[in-house]
Nanobody, 120 residues
C-alpha cells in the first residue's frame, strides 16, 4: 500500500525551528517528486516546497531562505527543515506525491498531516 506519513510538528515560539519528516512506504522515493503542503485554518491547502526525484528543490516565495527540503532515499524520508518560524506558518503540514513533476498536482490520498503552531 502506497503511503506517506508526516511527523515532527509541534508548538514553537516565533523565530524557532522544527524539522518535519515524511516517511514513504510502498514505493521508491526516487520514483516521484514529493511536495510539502500546508493548510491554515479557514484557508485552502497550498504547496510550500517540493523536491524532484533527481533532487531539484522548489520553494514558495514566502518561505525561501527559511525552509529547506531534503530527502534520504535510503530511509524513504523527505524532510522539511523550518527555521525562523513566523505565526503565519501555523498550519497542518502534509506531504504528497506530485504528478509528473513538482509543478504537477498532488495525487494519492492525503495523510493526517502534522500540526505546526507558531505562537508566543
Amino acid at each position: 500500500q502506497l503511503q506517506l506519513v508526516e511527523s515532527g510538528g509541534g508548538l514553537v515560539q516565533p523565530g524557532g525551528s522544527l524539522r518535519l519528516s515524511c516517511v514513504a512506504s510502498g514505493f521508491a522515493l526516487d520514483s516521484y517528486d514529493i511536495g510539502w503542503f500546508r493548510q491554515a485554518p479557514g484557508k485552502e491547502r497550498e504547496g510550500v516546497s517540493c523536491i524532484s526525484r533527481h533532487g531539484t528543490t522548489y520553494y514558495k516565495d514566502s518561505i525561501k531562505g527559511r525552509f529547506t527540503i531534503s530527502k534520504d532515499n535510503a530511509k524513504s524520508t523527505v524532510y522539511l527543515q523550518m527555521n525562523s518560524l513566523k505565526p503565519e506558518d501555523t498550519a497542518v503540514y502534509y506531504c504528497a506525491r506530485r504528478l509528473g513533476s513538482c509543478t504537477g498536482p498532488a495525487f494519492g490520498s492525503w495523510g493526517q498531516g502534522t500540526q505546526v503552531t507558531v505562537s508566543s
